[in-house]
Protein backbone atom coordinates (compact mmCIF):
# COMPACT_ATOMS: atom_id res chain seq x y z
CA UNK A 1 0.00 0.00 0.00
CA UNK A 2 0.86 3.62 -0.68
CA UNK A 3 1.87 5.88 2.20
CA UNK A 4 2.92 8.83 3.05
CA UNK A 5 4.21 10.04 6.98
CA UNK A 6 4.66 13.36 7.97
CA UNK A 7 6.23 14.79 10.45
CA UNK A 8 8.44 18.08 12.00
CA UNK A 9 5.28 20.54 12.34
CA UNK A 10 4.83 22.49 15.16
CA UNK A 11 4.44 26.25 16.46
CA UNK A 12 7.28 28.28 15.58
CA UNK A 13 8.07 32.34 16.20
CA UNK A 14 8.00 33.83 12.89
CA UNK A 15 11.87 34.12 11.31
CA UNK A 16 11.93 30.83 13.30
CA UNK A 17 12.93 27.90 11.19
CA UNK A 18 11.55 23.73 11.05
CA UNK A 19 12.67 21.06 9.46
CA UNK A 20 10.14 18.63 8.32
CA UNK A 21 10.19 14.67 7.42
CA UNK A 22 7.86 12.43 4.72
CA UNK A 23 8.41 8.60 5.10
CA UNK A 24 7.15 6.89 1.96
CA UNK A 25 6.32 3.45 1.32
CA UNK A 26 5.26 1.19 -0.81
CA UNK A 27 6.37 2.71 -4.02
CA UNK A 28 9.84 2.74 -5.97
CA UNK A 29 10.71 5.81 -4.53
CA UNK A 30 13.61 6.57 -6.40
CA UNK A 31 11.96 6.27 -9.81
CA UNK A 32 9.33 9.42 -8.78
CA UNK A 33 9.87 12.88 -8.32
CA UNK A 34 8.82 13.98 -4.71
CA UNK A 35 6.75 16.91 -3.41
CA UNK A 36 5.84 19.05 -1.02
CA UNK A 37 2.45 20.89 -0.72
CA UNK A 38 0.44 22.65 1.72
CA UNK A 39 -2.98 23.89 2.11
CA UNK A 40 -4.40 26.42 4.30
CA UNK A 41 -8.23 26.79 5.34
CA UNK A 42 -10.04 28.43 2.74
CA UNK A 43 -7.00 27.98 0.83
CA UNK A 44 -6.40 25.78 -2.42
CA UNK A 45 -3.75 22.99 -1.71
CA UNK A 46 -0.34 24.18 -3.37
CA UNK A 47 2.53 22.87 -4.11
CA UNK A 48 5.76 24.30 -2.69
CA UNK A 49 8.80 22.51 -3.81
CA UNK A 50 9.54 19.34 -5.54
CA UNK A 51 12.46 17.29 -6.04
CA UNK A 52 13.68 15.31 -9.13
CA UNK A 53 17.25 13.09 -9.76
CA UNK A 54 19.93 14.89 -8.63
CA UNK A 55 19.61 18.18 -7.59
CA UNK A 56 17.08 19.71 -9.54
CA UNK A 57 14.41 21.15 -7.79
CA UNK A 58 11.70 23.48 -8.38
CA UNK A 59 10.16 25.98 -5.48
CA UNK A 60 7.30 28.25 -5.74
CA UNK A 61 8.18 32.11 -6.05
CA UNK A 62 7.09 32.32 -2.44
CA UNK A 63 9.17 29.80 -0.79
CA UNK A 64 12.47 30.88 -2.91
CA UNK A 65 15.18 31.69 -0.82
CA UNK A 66 13.83 30.45 2.65
CA UNK A 67 13.14 26.77 2.01
CA UNK A 68 14.93 23.63 0.99
CA UNK A 69 13.84 20.07 -0.23
CA UNK A 70 16.24 17.44 -0.19
CA UNK A 71 15.67 13.30 -0.08
CA UNK A 72 17.30 10.36 0.33
CA UNK A 73 16.90 7.36 -1.43
CA UNK A 74 18.05 4.50 0.83
CA UNK A 75 15.63 5.60 3.65
CA UNK A 76 13.04 6.62 1.14
CA UNK A 77 12.77 9.97 2.77
CA UNK A 78 12.09 13.35 1.77
CA UNK A 79 12.71 16.68 4.06
CA UNK A 80 11.66 20.70 3.62
CA UNK A 81 14.34 23.01 5.24
CA UNK A 82 11.78 25.62 6.07
CA UNK A 83 13.63 29.15 6.93
CA UNK A 84 12.51 32.84 7.81
CA UNK A 85 9.37 31.19 8.42
CA UNK A 86 6.48 33.51 7.77
CA UNK A 87 2.67 33.62 9.58
CA UNK A 88 1.84 32.95 5.77
CA UNK A 89 3.53 29.79 5.56
CA UNK A 90 0.78 28.54 8.05
CA UNK A 91 -0.43 25.40 6.79
CA UNK A 92 -0.54 21.92 6.86
CA UNK A 93 2.51 20.32 5.25
CA UNK A 94 1.42 17.38 2.66
CA UNK A 95 4.29 15.00 0.66
CA UNK A 96 3.37 13.11 -2.44
CA UNK A 97 4.88 11.74 -5.49
CA UNK A 98 4.94 14.19 -8.30
CA UNK A 99 3.74 12.51 -12.18
CA UNK A 100 3.81 14.70 -15.19
CA UNK A 101 3.60 17.70 -12.48
CA UNK A 102 0.63 16.44 -10.55
CA UNK A 103 0.56 14.78 -7.39
CA UNK A 104 -0.40 11.23 -6.78
CA UNK A 105 -3.50 10.49 -5.99
CA UNK A 106 -2.67 9.35 -2.54
CA UNK A 107 -2.38 11.69 0.55
CA UNK A 108 -0.80 11.06 4.26
CA UNK A 109 -2.10 12.72 7.20
CA UNK A 110 -0.27 15.69 6.88
CA UNK A 111 1.74 17.75 9.67
CA UNK A 112 0.62 21.10 10.83
CA UNK A 113 2.83 24.11 10.73
CA UNK A 114 1.70 27.32 12.30
CA UNK A 115 3.71 30.45 12.52
CA UNK A 116 2.82 32.66 14.99
CA UNK A 117 3.88 34.85 17.51
Known amino acids: QVQFVESGGGLVQPGGSLRLSCAAS????????MGWYRQAPGKQRERVAS???????YYTDAVKGRFTISRDNAKNAVYLQMNSLKPEDTAVYYC???????????WGQGTQVTVSS
Open 96 to 106: NVVVGGLPGGV
Open 26 to 33: GIGFNAYA
Open 51 to 57: IGSGIMT
